[in-house]
């Protein structure tokens, strides 16, 4: 099985800039679709974008769609989220996961099998 794991969260003004990796451990993401959540406090977790590792279609939540770009480091092993014009919505917890034996990307969570322990990401105003 692949266990990922996020880095890359960290404290940056509206406006501003962060990317995201998303590593995976213990296998490689190739077979996987591999997605990005997000989770703001009180809030329910959301789904932000995915891609699948064969390079097929990505998919975006129409809030970060223009922002947001997912893209794969295929001699890293990275599934990557460069996050820009960042406003102060965009913050809460985000969150990589995998989904094995599907041929799409799903956009919703529970279609996903394997997920990492997440990264903060705040966003002031």
């Known amino acids: 099985q692949v266990q990922p794991v996020e880095s890359g969260g960290g404290l940056v003004q509206a406006g501003g800039s962060l990317r995201l990796s998303c590593a995976a451990s213990?296998?490689?993401?190739?077979?996987?679709?591999v997605g990005w959540f997000r989770q703001a406090p009180g809030k329910e977790r959301d789904f932000v974008a995915a891609?699948?590792?064969?390079?097929?279609?990505?998919s975006y939540a129409m809030s970060v769609k223009g922002r947001f770009a997912i893209s794969r480091d295929i001699a890293k092993n990275t599934v990557d989220l460069q996050m820009n014009s960042l406003k102060p919505e965009d913050t809460g917890i985000y969150y990589c996961?995998?989904?094995?034996?599907?041929?799409?990307?799903?956009?919703?969570?529970?279609?996903?099998?394997?997920w990492g322990q997440g990264t903060q990401v705040t966003v002031s105003s």
């Open positions: 891609t699948h590792w064969s390079g097929g279609p990505t």
């Open positions: 213990g296998r490689t993401f190739s077979g996987y679709a």
């Open positions: 996961a995998a989904a094995g034996m599907v041929a799409t990307v799903p956009t919703v969570g529970r279609r996903y099998d394997y």
